[in-house]
């Protein structure tokens, strides 16, 4: 496991593990945020210099390094977080600076299928939001007739 100490905007790391190519879940980042992270969502952001991809940060403050990052091996992979909370007025949004988490080095290529899902973006998870929410209604809208206001 990493840790990643956030201050305010700083993102620090003295733990270093092996990353290999083809890891999948297989490491995992835990976060310790300093009090102005405080009641924020919080997004973890990885990157191998090609492909960036945001994960949220779960409610004990960890997530896996996604396994597109981890895909071609000789890549640098970082790490930032931003968070937010409140909205219009009273929006803040507070985002790190990136720290190294390491080299990808090459791992052995595995026999049979190597297929993985991708790791869902922010966007897919709202998208499924948003079709579970229609098919909610349309439930609703069969079971009780009638729109919903």
Not at 79 to 91: A, E, F, H, I
Not at 95 to 102: Q, R
Request: glycine share 10%; with cysteine; hydrophobic share 40%.
């Amino acid at each position: 496991m990493i840790t990643i100490t956030i201050g305010k905007a700083d993102a620090t790391t003295v733990d270093k593990v092996t990353l290999t190519s083809g890891m999948v879940k297989a490491v995992s980042v835990a976060f310790n945020f300093s009090e102005e992270w405080e009641g924020m969502n919080k997004v973890a952001v990885f990157s191998n210099g090609t492909t960036t991809i945001d994960v949220n940060i779960d409610e004990v403050d960890r997530c896996h390094i996604p396994h597109e990052i981890l895909a071609v091996p000789g890549k640098d992979v970082t790490c930032g977080v931003y968070g937010s909370r409140g909205d219009g007025d009273t929006l803040n949004v507070l985002p790190t600076v990136k720290c190294s988490l390491g080299k990808v080095a090459e791992g052995v290529d595995p026999m049979g299928d190597e297929s993985v899902t991708p790791t869902p973006s922010l966007v897919d998870t709202l998208g499924n939001i948003e079709q579970a929410l229609d098919s909610i209604l349309a439930i609703q809208e069969e079971l009780i007739g009638g729109a919903v206001a």
